[in-house]
């Protein structure tokens, strides 16, 4: 792992198309090489939305304002539309929530898998088919040829799971963005898909965008987090800072407001109705010192 932001963005704005309302504001993010950085908030906060405009997946109704998002160096918002999905094919992956919809079902799995090799890497379909069977195996799902012959709905949710896993870290991308990838999944295989992440992870040294509701699932994952409010970042820090001394109001609240599996009779402790008034503040000036600068 290195210091140097493999992704680095840097003042990024999106809002939707014709009533300019903002959906993020100014995000300021960096993930070194190596590293996992969290991206924690509520329902709606944006989360996944950073996520797809790194992809350049956002939805027709919204637009990027302002800002850069960069890949190595490069700022992706300044390539021709082609050049950038060739390039964020070749450096990205992404590691979607639901299983079951993220697979076509009407295609086995084998070639939900290979196609990236084939298309990427430009790799015949039988090198490609060896790898597939190579990486299921790293998954742990027994008997590859089977499962690479099977339709998704003959797997479990934790199998599909570990078959998106394998699929992100096909053609070795230098990031990947898991978009909640345990959250169709029942507890105790959560604890395992987390596991494995880690793990590949680490095998392969990836950058990771770990986008997540659950402040638990960061300290055991990540090395560093950011907590997103109504699109607008109010903290950054390294994960054991965080955890020790939160700096924000707003992250407090989050962090007592977790349940505690050291104590798993204590009550928990709603967001303050006073903590949530001051960070709408926070935004709604952020917001007006925008408007003023335009």
């Not at 880690?198 to 994952?221: I, P, W």
Request: some cysteine.
């Amino acid at each position: 792992m290195t210091d140097r932001p493999f992704l680095d963005i840097e003042h990024l704005t999106a809002r939707l198309k014709g009533s300019g309302t903002p959906l993020l504001r100014s995000v300021d993010l960096a993930v070194p090489a190596g590293s996992v950085h969290g991206l924690v908030g509520e329902s709606g906060a944006g989360k996944s939305m950073i996520g797809k405009a790194i992809l350049g997946i956002l939805p027709r109704s919204v637009e990027v304002a302002t800002g850069a998002i960069r890949l190595d160096g490069t700022d992706l918002q300044s390539l021709p539309s082609a050049e950038r999905r060739t390039r964020v094919g070749a450096l990205t992956a992404l590691i979607p929530q639901d299983p079951l919809t993220a697979l076509n079902p009407s295609r086995r799995i084998g070639p939900q898998i290979t196609d990236r090799l084939v298309d990427i890497l430009r790799w015949d379909r039988a090198r490609a088919t060896d790898r597939a069977r190579q990486l299921l195996d790293e998954v742990q799902l027994p008997d590859p040829d089977r499962i690479l012959r099977s339709y998704p709905h003959e797997l479990s949710g934790g199998q599909r799971q570990r078959i998106l896993i394998a699929a992100a870290f096909a053609a070795e991308p230098r990031l990947i963005i898991a978009d909640e990838p345990t959250t169709a999944l029942d507890v105790t295989v959560q604890k395992q898909i987390l596991r494995l992440i880690r793990e590949m992870q680490e095998r392969h040294g990836t950058a990771m965008l770990f986008v997540t509701h659950d402040l638990g699932v960061v300290s055991k994952v990540c090395q560093s987090l950011s907590v997103l409010y109504a699109g607008k970042i109010v903290e950054s820090a390294r994960v054991e800072d965080f955890f020790r001394a939160p700096a924000h109001a707003y992250s407090r609240a989050l962090l007592a407001a977790s349940p505690r599996y050291t104590d798993p009779d204590g009550s928990l402790m709603p967001v303050p109705e006073e903590v949530m008034q001051a960070v709408r503040a926070e935004v709604a000036a952020f917001d007006e010192g925008r408007a003023a600068n335009v």
